[in-house]
């Protein structure tokens, strides 16, 4: 691997945004166990994992990176992936420089996440716990997420995350008045579409009580536009495909730009200075949520 910038690199300006958190979202397998219909991952690329071999180069990787990183583990679903809880996780624990985090449906039985809350103790950043109607109840994703969240270490958060799935909004009025009620929170999105996001037409309203009318990005998914704001993006946070490759953020990937090298073959190049936003919508709010963005965020969840 060629050497990477600083995690902390000296900033062009100084704003109130500056308290970043250097975060790498690693899409650790394409696989999941869920199909759900609103899935932004068309299911042809629902699929493959990484090699043992490629695994242990992925964690030599995160090991030879500067400084300390937030590692947010997504998919597909990293729990179908067996190696997530055989090797990953203990190999990611290891580096005890790094927090990591997790974005999962809360599907896998309740002794390996269980098992998963005991092993990350004390380095454990984030759970990202996405309730899908489709495949479970909220009756059964509550207690899941109750007996997760009661082993977890108590700095770590557990947020249950829900997109607001047009023709659905009574199930999802009544998952969040289940989840809220146990004392959890709940982070509604809306529905993202190839072209931008979901017009609700007749359920805007509704949809906007569940969302509120200007959230920020710690209370909803909005997608918003930060177009021409500062991000630092592909500086301290970078997107990381099964494969390896680094990507500055999801919407560059989409439009085939900010490729910063593989993973795998050691050819990582982080940029040295934040660049303004080019596109029309920002459809993650982990960049605004770990201070990428200038004048937004802050937030510590999700
Ligand atoms: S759980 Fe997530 S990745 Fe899997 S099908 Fe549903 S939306 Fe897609
Ligand atoms: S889409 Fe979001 S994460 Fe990507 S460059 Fe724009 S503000 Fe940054």
Redesign the pocket.
């Known amino acids: 691997m060629r050497a990477l910038p600083s995690a902390r690199p000296a900033s062009p300006r100084r704003t109130r945004t500056q308290r970043r958190r250097p975060t790498i979202e690693w899409q650790v397998c394409g696989v999941?166990n869920?199909?759900?219909s609103y899935?932004i991952?068309s299911k042809k690329y629902?699929v493959g994992h990484p090699t043992p071999a490629e695994v242990e180069r992925f964690l030599a990787f995160f090991r030879a990176l500067p400084g300390a990183w937030e590692i947010k583990t997504t998919?597909?679903?990293p729990f179908a992936f067996r190696d997530f809880t055989r090797r990953i996780v203990p190999g990611l624990i290891e580096d005890t420089r790094h927090t990591l985090s997790t974005l999962t449906?809360l599907s896998a039985p309740l002794p390996i996440l269980l098992d998963f809350a005991e092993q990350t103790r004390g380095r454990l950043g984030i759970v990202s716990a996405?309730l899908?109607l489709e495949f479970t109840t909220p009756e059964e994703f509550v207690s899941k997420a109750l007996a997760l969240r009661e082993a977890m270490d108590e700095r770590a958060s557990l947020v249950v995350n829900e997109v607001v799935v047009p023709g659905r909004l009574d199930e999802v009025e009544r998952a969040r008045r289940l989840v809220e009620e146990a004392g959890l929170r709940w982070f509604p999105q809306i529905l993202k579409t190839k072209q931008g996001t979901h017009d609700y037409g007749a359920e805007a309203e509704r949809v906007e009580v569940l969302t509120g009318s200007d959230p920020d990005p710690r209370r909803a998914n909005l997608a918003p536009s930060y177009q021409g704001q500062l991000c630092w993006t592909g500086v301290e946070y970078f997107v990381l495909t099964q494969q390896g490759e680094a990507w500055s953020c999801r919407t560059a990937k989409r439009h085939g730009q900010g490729y910063l090298g593989n993973a795998l073959s050691g050819t990582v190049e982080l940029r040295a200075a934040p660049l303004p936003c080019p596109y029309e919508i920002c459809p993650c709010t982990t960049p605004a949520n770990r201070g990428m963005i200038e004048g937004v965020g802050l937030g510590e969840e999700r």
């Open positions: 999941c869920y199909d759900c899935c991952q629902r998919g597909g679903e449906n996405s899908h």
